[in-house]
């Protein structure tokens, strides 16, 4: 099933989840096949393109939704070749996201849908098709999925220009600015706020560990969550 939002109405996908006030987020680039959408009619501007792109390198999100998406534009992909090796081997991982733990199953299909969904550009290198933008505008914060490259790069695919806009005035993903700028144009109610912040000290926890440096920027872990909250992922405390 394609999940559509007309661009610039409200992204009813998260904010039925995030607060109580959903018109404060803003759909960009949810297409679907049989809806028309707004395309570009010149070359693409590098700096605005290479603006997004940084911003989804490591997207800032306020929760994992399960899935993945293929882009209904493209011709159906064909099944992956599997070279001498059975159909059903596959290897399991696990690691973990923002104290969200995620299985990882690695198989023909996984590879194949990767490489789909694999950008390179201005020397970044992007996935999209499971992931979501948030950029913070004047008084809302502009939702995206990560197919949004995809849309730009390969079918012209044209966003509103108060998008633009504000991804070109994005803070640096990740940083103090940025999360400032996601409370101060969000909702208003403490649940944003608290979900922003604690998304942002478990981003500064796994620096710091990867890093090897002091962990004096974060609380100490909290309890593992529930299954539950672990198999949905989706980060409310």
């Known amino acids: 099933m394609e999940t559509y939002f007309e661009d610039l109405s409200p992204c009813l996908y998260v904010g039925g989840f995030l607060g109580e006030t959903p018109e404060k987020y803003k759909a960009v680039g949810w297409l679907a096949t049989g809806r028309p959408y707004p395309m570009r009619q010149t070359p693409i501007r590098d700096p605005h393109f290479r603006q997004l792109l940084t911003l989804l390198v490591h997207p800032w999100q306020p929760g994992y939704f399960l899935g993945s998406h293929e882009c209904r534009f493209c011709l159906p992909p064909s099944p992956p070749i599997l070279q001498g090796q059975k159909s059903k081997s596959q290897i399991v991982s696990r690691k973990c996201v923002d104290g969200v733990e995620i299985v990882v199953v690695q198989n023909a299909w996984g590879d194949a849908f990767e490489r789909r969904h694999r950008l390179e550009r201005y020397g970044l290198v ?86 090897e440096l002091p962990r004096t920027v974060a609380p100490e872990p909290e309890k593992p969550r529930s299954w539950l909250r672990q198999f949905f992922g989706f980060a409310r405390w």
């Open 126 to 211: 992007i996935s999209f098709g499971a992931s979501n933008v948030f950029v913070p505008g004047e008084g809302v914060i502009y939702v995206a999925p990560s197919m949004i490259a995809h849309y730009i790069d390969a079918h012209n695919y044209e966003p509103p220009a108060v998008f633009w806009e504000a991804v070109m005035k994005c803070p640096e993903m990740g940083s103090d600015a940025y999360g400032q700028a996601l409370i101060l144009n969000g909702p208003s109610n403490e649940e944003w706020r608290r979900i922003v912040w604690q998304r942002r000290l478990e981003r500064l926890r796994r620096a710091a560990e990867e890093r």
